[in-house]
């Protein structure tokens, strides 16, 4: 079975400074990997996504991850955070074989203060 | 441009009362998925549909029921609401593989 894991459910960090969010996944295959936000009392926007390739993935606003498959990793990184990045991150995680369903992590909540 | 349209945004409705969720895709994708969200658990999958006509179970899908008349259209109907359902409730929809888009969501409450 498929599951992705956000091990940290809330990260503060300045604002400022360097930022890394976790995600481990288990899945037998190469997945397709997902970085989603989610703002207050909004839909998930997509980040940046992996399918195959280079393992470092830009996505928008400044945010890379960076696949790792013999640790079953995709986190995510930004180089400086700003205040407007605070919002829930989802890791998700699709097969790519099958019937591509998606498989989301529980969310790691991101409060960057002054 | 893209979209995933869901209506009603906010429902309020009472123990036993039928309640049916609405979207709308203008992306012509195959797939459309309804997702429940609540704290601690993320996105939990509710129904899907690969095309017009055909719906399947997701992880969760007791008391709720799906319907997708038109590639365009997918509803979630729960029959006999109750408040464990109370919850925000997502639509997406992607092509096989493809990152999903998501619509606003519809904060139910059940009283």
């Known amino acids: 079975a498929q599951s992705v894991t956000q091990p940290d459910a809330r990260v503060t960090v300045s604002e400022g400074a360097s930022l890394q969010l976790r995600c481990k996944y288990s899945?037998?295959?190469?997945?397709?990997l997902f970085w989603y936000v989610q703002y207050p009392r909004q839909g998930l926007q997509l980040l940046l996504k992996y399918y195959s390739g280079d393992p470092v993935v830009q996505g928008v606003n400044g945010f890379e991850a960076e696949f790792s498959k013999s640790n079953s990793s995709f986190h995510l990184r930004k180089a400086s955070v700003h205040w407007s990045d605070s919002a829930v991150y989802f890791c998700v995680l699709s097969a790519n074989t099958g019937n591509y369903k998606y498989v989301f992590g529980a969310g790691t909540r991101l409060k960057v203060i002054a | 441009e893209a979209a995933v349209t869901q209506s009603p945004r906010n429902k309020v409705a009472v123990t036993g009362g039928k309640v049916t969720l609405s979207c709308n895709q203008t992306?012509?994708?195959?797939?459309m998925y309804w997702y429940r969200q609540d704290t601690g658990h993320g996105l939990r999958l509710i129904h899907y549909?690969?095309?017009?006509?055909?719906?399947e179970k997701g992880d969760i899908p007791d008391g709720y029921k799906a319907s997708r008349p038109s590639q365009e259209n997918f509803s979630l109907i729960l029959e006999l609401a109750t408040p464990s359902q109370t919850s925000v409730y997502f639509c997406?929809?992607?092509?096989?593989?493809?990152?999903?888009?998501f619509g606003e969501g519809t904060r139910l409450s059940v009283l």
């Open positions: 992306n012509n994708h195959n797939n």
């Open positions: 997406a929809s992607g092509d096989a593989g493809a990152a999903p888009l």
């Open positions: 549909s690969y095309g017009a006509g055909s719906t």
């Open positions: 899945y037998s295959g190469t997945p397709y």
